[in-house]
């Protein structure tokens, strides 16, 4: 009987395998539609994408897992009448090891994009040219032909007499470029805006999280939306609510000055903000400005508060980014030897679930933004990190950051460690507390989940420990850690609302 299980087994052991092993090639030939060539500029990246995924398109799809693959090539003078091939032969860099000839056998969603807009990194900015998304059953080898035959679009708010937008010159960020860069924000007016034509409000200055435009504006004052009912009830604070652009020539452009995206906080600080409070009656004040956000925006609100201690009056901070880099996504940027393994020699984690299983490695992370940088490297991939090197490190060669870490090796570059230094917000304050902690008393809250999705939470501890420790003054900061809570859990923006009106309330 053991026997007879035993060959059973292996029966099916070999017919899994045999399954697994099924591969086939892809081809796909791309070319220009006739109806858009002449918006097609011969020179830019190439990408096909091919995701398992059955939903959406999969160039809004470039999260790094086992379902997404993405291919790319930089292509110059691309002579419009002739199509490009991706195949098996065709030398493209990869975000997976896989290439188009030995694809596993299943059923994938196929796009692709041509990227000719260099000015910005990110390959949702307006002007690049994609395909509709093909869905095939790879069960034999195959080829396609998919034209180019749509154009990305600007971001489009929907204004009205309570949502405005804001678009104005940056001359700060101008002179930086040497050519014409604009700045814009969506303003949301009080219920009472109109009916109260004398009364100066307080502002609440918002930052999305990773690469969140203004337009998201829009979404809180959806029509027939929870938000929007509240927001006109006459219950909600009587505040204007501005969501600030993360859009930057790196990614996010973290709304601080930077030697390689630009001086992002100087155009905030002196152009953006004095703009708003001129424009539609805020108070103007340093104690009228309130700042908050989660992930990306909580690291923006609270870095905000700390560089400009006098401008801003209180930062409510979720789920921020690395305050600490010591703990920088599990990494010590300054003693670590490498990015991708840790000093046990295994893959470092970058992504886990609230149980703490991991689910990318920093490794891979990395090799999909690597893919989408027309470098060829995550410097200006328009992802996080693209971000994260454009404002913490210093200008490197042909225009591109210096890189923390090697994108192919993980090798760390401790001389561009320390250039992250002054970014480090622990470092920061713990170096300049008897300077800046009075200007920061009843100015931060901080909220955390102790299982963020991106080992967020160590780098709070030591931040929060580091805080609690000053004398002359103590601190005042509020820090709360959620036990098995994610990232953003328990971001709200209508309890934000409500605690910044309460400030406004005691300061009046």
């Given at each position: 009987m053991k026997k007879i299980l035993y060959f059973i087994s292996l029966f099916v052991s070999v017919v899994c395998l045999s399954e697994a092993q099924n591969t086939f090639s892809l081809e796909v030939a791309t070319f220009i539609s006739e109806d858009i060539k002449n918006q097609f500029k011969p020179n830019g990246r190439l990408f096909l994408f091919v995701s398992s995924s059955r939903f959406g398109e999969p160039r809004q799809n470039t999260w790094p897992n086992s379902s997404n693959k993405i291919y790319a090539l930089n292509l110059k003078n691309w002579d419009v009448r002739e199509p490009f091939v991706f195949d098996g032969l065709a030398n493209l860099d990869k975000s997976v090891d896989v290439g188009l000839d030995a694809l596993p056998e299943g059923n994938y969603r196929i796009q692709v994009l041509w990227d000719q807009n260099p000015a910005m990194a990110g390959i949702d900015e307006e002007g690049n040219l994609y395909s509709k998304a093909f869905t095939v059953e790879l069960d034999k080898n195959t080829t396609l032909s998919l034209p180019l035959e749509k154009v990305t679009?600007?971001?489009?708010?929907?204004?009205?007499?309570?949502?405005?937008?804001?678009?104005?010159?940056?001359?700060?960020?101008?002179?930086?470029?040497?050519?014409?860069?604009?700045?814009?924000?969506?303003?949301?007016?009080?219920?009472?805006?109109?009916?109260?034509?004398?009364?100066?409000?307080?502002?609440?200055?918002?930052?999305?999280?990773?690469?969140?435009?203004?337009?998201?504006?829009?979404?809180?004052?959806?029509?027939?939306?929870?938000?929007?009912?509240?927001?006109?009830?006459?219950?909600?604070?009587?505040?204007?609510?501005?969501?600030?652009?993360?859009?930057?020539?790196?990614?996010?452009?973290?709304?601080?000055?930077?030697?390689?995206?630009?001086?992002?906080?100087?155009?905030?600080?002196?152009?953006?903000?004095?703009?708003?409070?001129?424009?539609?009656?805020?108070?103007?004040?340093?104690?009228?400005?309130?700042?908050?956000?989660?992930?990306?925006?909580?690291?923006?609100?609270l870095a905000l508060q700390i560089f400009y201690p006098d401008f801003f009056n209180g930062c409510f901070s979720y789920s921020a980014d690395q305050v600490d880099f010591e703990n920088c996504q599990l990494m010590n940027i300054y003693e670590d030897e490498n990015a991708f393994y840790n000093e046990y020699g295994y893959l470092r984690p970058i992504v886990?679930?609230?149980?703490?299983?991991?689910?990318?490695?920093?490794?891979?992370f990395i090799l999909f933004e690597n893919v989408l940088g027309a470098s060829g490297t995550y410097l200006n991939s328009g992802g996080q990190f693209s971000a994260f090197t454009a404002l913490f490190s210093p200008k490197g060669e042909n225009g591109l950051p210096k890189p923390l870490f090697d994108p192919f090796t993980g090798a760390i570059d401790h001389e561009v460690a320390k250039h992250w230094e002054k970014y480090d917000l622990k470092r920061y304050v713990d170096n300049n507390?008897?300077?800046?902690?009075?200007?920061?008393?009843?100015?931060?809250?901080?909220?955390?989940?102790?299982?963020?999705?991106?080992?967020?939470?160590?780098?709070?501890?030591?931040?929060?420990?580091?805080?609690?420790?000053?004398?002359?003054?103590?601190?005042d900061a509020e820090i709360t850690f959620a036990p098995?809570?994610?990232?953003?859990?328990?971001?709200?923006?209508?309890?934000?609302?409500?605690?910044?009106?309460?400030?406004?309330?005691?300061?009046?």
């Open positions: 679009q600007p971001p489009v708010l929907n204004e009205n007499d309570f949502v405005k937008l804001v678009d104005i010159k940056s001359g700060a960020v101008s002179e930086f470029w040497g050519s014409e860069k604009r700045i814009k924000a969506a303003v949301v007016l009080p219920s009472g805006y109109y009916d109260n034509p004398e009364k100066r409000y307080p502002v609440r200055y918002n930052i999305a999280g990773y690469g969140g435009r203004y337009t998201r504006a829009g979404r809180f004052m959806r029509e027939g939306g929870r938000a929007k009912e509240w927001w006109m009830s006459g219950e909600a604070p009587q505040v204007i609510n501005v969501y600030l652009d993360g859009d930057g020539p790196f990614g996010d452009c973290y709304q601080l000055d930077s030697e390689n995206s630009g001086p992002y906080g100087t155009a905030l600080t002196e152009e953006l903000i004095p703009y708003i409070e001129k424009t539609y009656r805020a108070a103007g004040t340093p104690e009228s400005r309130f700042l908050d956000g989660c992930s990306t925006g909580g690291w923006v609100s886990r679930d609230v149980d703490g299983e991991p689910r990318v490695s920093q490794k891979n507390w008897e300077t800046l902690g009075p200007k920061l008393q009843g100015k931060i809250w901080i909220w955390m989940g102790d299982m963020d999705h991106f080992y967020l939470n160590p780098p709070m501890r030591a931040f929060s420990r580091m805080i609690k420790a000053q004398k002359d003054p103590v601190s098995m809570q994610g990232h953003c859990a328990g971001y709200n923006e209508m309890e934000v609302l409500r605690m910044i009106a309460e400030k406004w309330e005691k300061i009046k």
